[in-house]
């Protein structure tokens, strides 16, 4: 049977068991006067308008403290639209905005709540059936994620229809708060019915790392401690934190970056292949890997801070970060997992503001040939760019043309935007949207998950903060430089062997 499909010429589908798109449903944005909902939220909600994937006859209600009239509300929530001056897109925007309206009101108190609530009630009015569907999506500073989602559920939770929270991070700042904050939104909501966003979840080329593992045997076999010697996840932005200071110096490079995003990614490159492709499934293998790590040792990290150079200012000299700071803008830290597959192999996540560049991407090295007829040739390297210009290239050493037996290395590259110049990559928070409204949590955090990665870095993260002894001082890195000139010699003590390009 497998043989007729594949013959056929059909795709194999990947789609999980979850429920399909529902009519009826109104989708509420809280905190839709901010950043992330403008930036974020709505261009993600638009595009999914406009490429007919939300559910027929969709509503959107913004909500938030900001009193705002109905054009500078329309004003706000389309600035961040791409292509917003092409008339196919002016055409849509203008359907767009018909179909989302504003309520302002506090986020601590029954009236604001019950007004939002009739503001819902008259636009269920005009839908037809009895099933009344409601998304809620936090675009909200975590202080006030309780009292939300206490107000909610007492007085905006549809009674005939499905209710789901959309939870933006950070889910705490340690294992304490963490527990403090999961324990307070289940008295309330159910975890089928809360969805934990991780955006780099929704990101294509994470989502494609299930398929290049499990969906290739080439790759499967060599993925383990027999033949990979160490990999690196890097996360590095070419800017730093640009008057946004006091918020990053309240939760650091680590908490930004590592304990979420780049845990993530690591937890679906380390996990054992699940038994479906149902979300249960997935997050029952991300946490077993996770589960096998120990909290980070202080010996393996390194911390760093940028500092004025290239006409560019200092963290320290940003007015917004206290002036004796000692908050790592840049951390390097190696993980281990101590099970069958991948004991003695380091895990080095990387992440840093104000460096050379903007790149993300996994660089799995692995280890050296055999000595005899190749001596000092360069390793094999598998590297997934997740961004910017998504790639999966693999290095690999040829012979060099001619009558002369000489390897060299060169690479087997697939760059998306070369093979796949007409497809549309979705941007992650359209992805994860859609994937709420469907019920499906395959690429969402689970609470477990969550505890468990609290875990893995709260010492170090108590340890950085001066909780258990003096706060360790990160050295210096100059502004746009790869990082602290420390790294090198960091990764290297884990076996790493630096290429040309690294």
Known sequence: MSRNRAMSGTIPSMETAHQQLRDNTIIIVLGASGDLAKKKTYPALFSLYSNQYLPTGVKIVGYARTKMDRAEYHKRITSYIKNADEETVKTKLEE????????????????????????LEEIESGFQGNERNRLFYFALPPSVFIPVAQHLKATCYSKSGINRIIVEKPFGKD????????????QHWGEDETFRIDHYLGKEMVKNILVLRFANIAMSAAWDKNSISNVQITFKEPFGTEGRGGYFDEFGIIRDVLQNHLLQVLSIITMERPVSFSAEDIRDEKVKVLRAIPPIEREDTLLGQYVAANGKPGYLDDDTVPHNSVCPTFAATTLWIHNPRWEGVPFILKAGKALNEAKVEVRIQFKDVTQGIFKDISRNELVIRIQPQEAVYLKLNVKTPGLYTRAFPTEMDLTYKRRFADAAIPEAYESLILDALKGDHSNFVRDDELDVAWKIFTPILHWIEGKNGPAPKPVPYPYGSRGPKELDPFIQKYGYKRSSEG
């Open 96 to 119: 767009f905005k018909e179909l989302t309206t504003y309520v302002s009101g506090g986020y601590e108190d029954d009236e604001s709540f019950r007004n939002l609530n009739k503001t």
């Open 175 to 186: 294992l304490e708060s963490a527990r403090v904050l999961l324990g307070s939104l289940k």
